[in-house]
């Protein structure tokens, strides 16, 4: 069964290092998000992505954060400059368009120090 | 705005017996969706129930939507072990299948052998 793919499992960086969180979402798919969940808390959204470009971003999602498709199947997020407060796990996930269910990947954990 | 916030927080009951978790939820929704996540794990799709739909059945799941009181629960009946995971509900904001989810807190539940 086709599934989300992330890339790595476990991150760690430095305050003020950048780095780039990958996904590979299920092939036919035409809808891609990032999510969040720091830990304890509910999964919150950060961005959607549709056509090439952004469809819709949180307020979490500010000018440090970027997304792209690179190329027919990779879909990135980038963090330019982190934060402790970035520490968190990052989902992606993917939609058909054809309905309204969400596939997640298994999360990337980010962690800050 | 607020969607999708559960009760229990947490839950432990022991293997056979029927687990119910509750959501709650704010405005007009076309469908709402349950998911599940295994400890550091990502979010497994598990059922959608449709806006004009009062109960749905997924083998040992079972999803009722009151859009009157703007609330689901979910059942899962003779609960396993391997059932231990945290349980959330979300919905979709707007009418667009490719909107984005909007999580609750989620039901930890915690199946006893």
């Known amino acids: 069964e086709p599934e989300v793919t992330q890339t790595p499992s476990h991150q760690v960086t430095q305050m003020g290092q950048e780095v780039i969180l990958r996904c590979v979402p299920i092939?036919?798919?035409?809808?891609f998000y990032w999510y969040r969940q720091i830990l304890g808390q509910k999964v919150e959204f950060l961005v959607s992505?549709?056509?090439?470009?952004?469809?819709?971003k949180s307020e979490i999602f500010d000018d440090q954060f970027s997304v792209e498709r690179p190329d027919g199947s990779n879909f990135t997020l980038k963090i330019r400059s982190t934060k402790l407060e970035d520490s968190a796990m990052y989902f992606c996930?993917?939609?058909?368009?054809?309905?309204?269910?969400?596939?997640f990947g298994p999360g990337t954990r980010l962690t800050v120090t | 705005s607020q969607q999708g916030e559960e009760d229990p927080q947490a839950l432990s009951i022991q293997e056979g017996e029927n687990a119910t978790m509750n959501c709650s939820y704010k405005?007009?929704?076309?469908?709402l969706q349950w998911y599940r996540q295994n400890s550091g794990r990502g979010l497994v799709h598990l059922i959608l129930i449709r806006s004009n739909e009062r109960e749905k059945h997924s083998g040992r799941l079972r999803v009722t939507l009151d859009t009157s009181k703007k609330s689901s629960s979910l059942l899962i009946t003779a609960s396993r072990a391997a059932d231990t995971a945290s349980y959330f509900c979300?919905?979709?904001?707007?009418?667009?299948?490719?909107?984005?989810?909007?999580f609750g807190q989620g039901t930890e539940l915690s199946v006893k052998p």
């Open positions: 992505f549709y056509n090439n470009e952004i469809s819709e």
């Open positions: 996930a993917s939609n058909s368009g054809g309905s309204y269910e969400q596939y």
């Open positions: 405005t007009s929704i076309n469908n």
């Open positions: 092939s036919n798919h035409l809808y």
């Open positions: 979300a919905t979709p904001e707007g009418f667009n299948q490719g909107g984005k989810l909007i």
